[in-house]
């Protein structure tokens, strides 16, 4: 599992966009649906958080596995995306896991050294409670949130080490979102363990990493323009940036299915 080729960013859109247009139906149809579900998963009492999770990794995989195999030269099938793989969910979701909680240790501690250095403890304590009592649709709670976010920024503005810290916590978070552009693809692909998919991102990427967060700006870029088109332009947006991670995955990291991702289709 050597390093690959260095990353070519503009081969990596044309190869992804020429993945997409294989079946673009399939996918902006697969994507909608999987939107569609999480929706109304949200609806579920008391599961609902539950469910829609579920839903957003089943999607997950479901445009990974559709994007590799039009990777690969071939035209997805509508039930290439839909078929239900308990074992790469499983996969996508411990991965995911394992990365949140080694970061929320980290973050916590930037959070907390910011709120001492600005001595804005009365103003977060009154945000965080504010969040976790009032119900979420409650249309003052954007205003009462927006007020007080803007009170604890002022607190930050103050304080030279708060700001030093969030912006320590700020560059660490971007180097480790870089690093982690691949997670999805190595997790279903490669089937290594969390610590070791990981590690594997970080390896490979450190070497690239420019090239790799210059890739992630042209995909920021593409999902605004797919955003300003409004739904159909965003749904569309999305399963071509996952092409676009694939087809610079490929060149990274290799072309083999290791995990069998694309077994029994």
Known sequence: ???????????????????????????????????LLTQLANLIPLLGA???A?????????????SW???????????????????????????????GLLLLPIALLVIVVALNAANAWTVFSPLMNLALTVDPSDPQLDDAGSAAALELALYFSR???????????????TYIQVTQSFLGFIALLEGLNPIATIQRGIAVVQGQWWQVFGLLILQVIILLLGALACLVGLVAA????????????????GQEDQAGLLMHL
Not at 54 to 66: D, K, P, Q
Not at 159 to 173: E, K, M
Request: charged fraction near 10%; charge should be positive; hydrophobic fraction near 55%.
């Open 50 to 52: 539950l469910v829609a």
């Open 1 to 35: 599992m050597g390093n690959r080729a260095d990353l070519s960013v503009g081969t990596a859109i044309q190869e992804g966009w020429h993945a997409f247009r294989l079946a673009p139906w399939a996918f902006v149809g697969f994507v909608l649906l999987s939107s």
């Open 69 to 99: 195999i039009a990777l690969g030269g071939s035209s997805p099938r509508f039930k290439d995306f839909t078929r239900v793989d308990g074992s790469a969910i499983w996969r996508l979701f411990s991965r995911q896991m394992v990365l």
């Open 159 to 173: 304080s030279p080490l708060a700001l030093l810290s969030l912006t320590v916590g700020w560059l660490f978070a």
């Open 238 to 253: 999305a399963p071509v940036c996952v092409c676009i991670t694939g087809a610079a995955y490929r060149q990274l990291f």
């Open 54 to 66: 579920l839903v957003n990794l089943w999607g997950g995989v479901g445009v990974i596995r559709g």
